[in-house]
């Protein structure tokens, strides 16, 4: 069966340096990958999407890589600000049908210390 | 510009107790639509989708069903909680692209 893995434990940085998450998969092969910022007690944010023909994509202060020999996608935020704290979910996506369903990450919890 | 709306926010039911929960979005038209739950410190589950109104695809078996009786309204059911429905329960729309959009959410605790 398809499986995600994000890593459980927190990553606990320090402001202004790069947080860097994974999001490994298997059993199956997404087109697209997308990345979601949750914050406590709130719906998740779309945050980015990348297709499987696409290495890098950038957004301001994120990047995101996805390596489809690897199965792997990574998550980075440069220049870390507290306010960046949340927990950020990846959603590999199969290719195109009419649901366009999403299966998330389990996720992983990014906390930035001023 | 597209606003989803979720209530009520906060529901506290005992065991046995039936369950409606209501998801509507305004500002456009057939969109595809996500129920999923989110246990205690767990991942999203995807639950129910909806790609028009009556069309209902299930995920995962369980005591929970959902309906769509109109383009922009999601309804997830139940007869008879459990104590393992408790979660965060959270709608989704999607339109055009491929990102979805997430209500603020229904914290369910049963008891």
């Not at chain 2, 510009?1 to 409606?20: D, E, F, N």
């Not at chain 2, 209501?22 to 767990?42: D, F, K």
């Not at chain 2, 909806?50 to 309804?75: H, K, M, T, Y």
Request: charged content about 20%.
């Amino acid at each position: 069966s398809q499986k995600i893995e994000q890593n459980s434990e927190a990553l606990n940085i320090q402001e202004g340096k790069t947080a860097t998450l994974t999001c490994n998969y298997t059993n199956y092969s997404p087109a697209y990958l997308q990345w979601y910022r949750q914050d406590p007690g709130r719906g998740p944010v779309f945050l980015l999407l990348i297709r499987e023909n696409e290495k890098e994509k950038r957004k301001e202060r994120l990047k995101v890589t996805f390596d489809t020999t690897l199965k792997q996608s990574l998550f980075h935020i440069t220049a870390s600000q507290p306010a960046d704290s949340a927990t950020y979910l990846c959603a590999p996506q199969a290719r195109m049908d009419s649901s366009y369903k999403l299966i998330f990450g389990s996720g992983t919890r990014l906390l930035v210390r001023p | 510009s597209q606003t989803i709306h979720q209530w009520p926010a906060t529901l506290v039911q005992p065991v046995g107790s039936p369950l409606s929960l209501e998801c509507t979005v305004e500002g456009t038209s057939n969109p595809n639509l996500y129920w999923y739950r989110q246990a205690a410190g767990r991942g999203l589950q995807l639950l129910f989708y909806s790609v028009g109104i009556g069309q209902i695809s299930s995920e995962v078996p369980q005591n929970l069903s959902a309906s769509r009786p109109q383009d922009r309204q999601f309804i997830l059911s139940s007869k008879k909680l459990l104590l393992s429905d408790s979660g965060f329960y959270l709608c989704a729309w999607r339109f055009g692209t491929y990102e979805q959009y997430f209500g603020p959410g229904t914290r369910l605790t049963v008891t």
